[in-house]
């Protein structure tokens, strides 16, 4: 059973381009959330959607990012016009529906480190 | 206000010696309490996790973990660190499900020879 796949590892961008992270959940997960982890910082929530459904995206900056879960196919977390506060490494995680046994609420992808120029 | 602080940046032991490693937490609902350890470059594994029953959590690699309520503690301890156990730590809480976990800072930890 493959685990939280995230791609690219790692993605170059320079200042004013679009960014698209992907998240395949785990097999089985239907829920999935996004965390950005800054330099020296711990994991900060940015948003937790259901398929085609964003559930808190409290943790979203207003402008710039979007999230989606489509019927079909990953996650998504997208961040146009990036700049270079945006460099930072973006986890995704996932958890499967809450009535279903889990030994381990969320799943973590191993993350993309996103370098902005 | 959900939080967690880990009062220690970075800790550096000895290989064969002891490591505790503080968690203190707020959360206004019955907490769900984790450990993650992170290698550079890699994603965040599961140490252990609390919920209910016994306060005092076994988890892999030789760590474990006490829950105590009064103070809002989660501290991981090892009783003998090895070398490969150098690697960022983090503590979370949260629910089970359904809802965003909370992060500390994290405890960087340095074993040498």
């Known amino acids: 059973n493959a685990g939280v796949m995230q791609n690219p590892r790692h993605l170059v961008r320079r200042r004013g381009q679009e960014a698209r992270l992907r998240c395949s959940p785990m097999?089985?997960?239907?829920?999935v959330y996004w965390y950005r982890q800054l330099p020296e910082e711990g994991l900060k929530f940015m948003v937790y959607?259901?398929?085609?459904?964003?559930?808190?995206e409290s943790g979203m900056p207003k402008e710039r990012f979007s999230a989606e879960f489509p019927k079909e196919g990953p996650s998504i977390l997208r961040i146009q016009q990036v700049v270079r506060g945006d460099s930072a490494a973006y986890f995704c995680?996932?958890?499967?529906?809450?009535?279903?046994?889990?030994?381990?609420?969320?799943?973590f992808g191993d993350g993309t480190r996103l370098s902005i120029l | 206000a959900q939080s967690v602080t880990q009062p220690d940046i970075h800790i550096t032991v000895s290989e064969g010696a002891s490591l505790e490693l503080r968690c203190n937490y707020s959360y206004g609902a019955t907490p769900y309490l984790f450990w993650y350890v992170q290698s550079p470059g890699q994603g965040l594994q599961l140490l252990l996790k609390?919920?209910?029953?016994?306060?005092l959590v076994q988890g892999i690699k030789g760590f474990e973990a006490e829950f105590k309520r009064s103070q809002s503690s989660f501290n991981l301890r090892k009783p003998s660190v090895h070398w490969s156990d150098a690697a960022e730590y983090f503590c979370?809480?949260?629910?089970?499900?359904?809802?965003?976990?909370?992060f500390g800072t994290g405890t960087s930890l340095t074993v040498i020879p």
């Open positions: 097999k089985g997960h239907s829920h």
């Open positions: 609390y919920f209910s029953g016994d306060t």
């Open positions: 995680a996932s958890s499967p529906p809450e009535t279903a046994d889990s030994n381990q609420p969320q799943h």
């Open positions: 959607l259901q398929k085609e459904n964003i559930i808190d």
């Open positions: 979370a809480v949260g629910a089970w499900t359904g809802n965003q976990f909370y």
